[in-house]
């Protein structure tokens, strides 16, 4: 089993930044990418970046060269820093971990983030 718990989502201003954290606990050996989707109202949950055990990273389009997924693994923490926010990054931002061999999916309860002046 994975726990997963995200934090730093709040209310901030077109073009400013936050950063999302997500941490993991239980069995953390198992997980092979984390994932941050998210979720606007009335809209389907659509994937914004992604790393692997390995390190690897993966963006959706909208947000490159706005968005960096990063990890701390003495803290068992994936980080999401968002830049040059825009309104439509509106939404309840999950995490994801994909683990073992199926890729079972465990999920966090979400933190919300608006974009709104």
């Known amino acids: 089993q994975v726990v997963l718990v995200e934090s730093g989502g709040g209310l901030v201003p077109p073009g400013g930044s936050l950063r999302l954290s997500c941490v993991a606990s239980?069995?953390?050996?198992?997980?092979?990418?984390i994932n941050w989707y998210r979720q606007a109202p009335g809209k389907q949950r659509d994937l914004v970046a992604a790393?692997?055990?390995?390190?690897?990273?993966h963006y959706a389009d909208d947000v490159k060269d706005r968005f960096t997924i990063s990890r701390d693994s003495a803290k068992n923490t994936v980080y999401l820093q968002m830049n040059r926010l825009k309104p439509e990054d509106t939404a309840v931002y999950y995490c994801n971990a994909e683990y073992g061999i199926s890729n079972y999916d465990y999920w966090g309860q979400g933190t919300q983030v608006t974009v709104s002046s």
């Open positions: 239980g069995a953390i050996l198992g997980i092979n990418v």
């Open positions: 790393i692997t055990s390995g390190g690897s990273t």
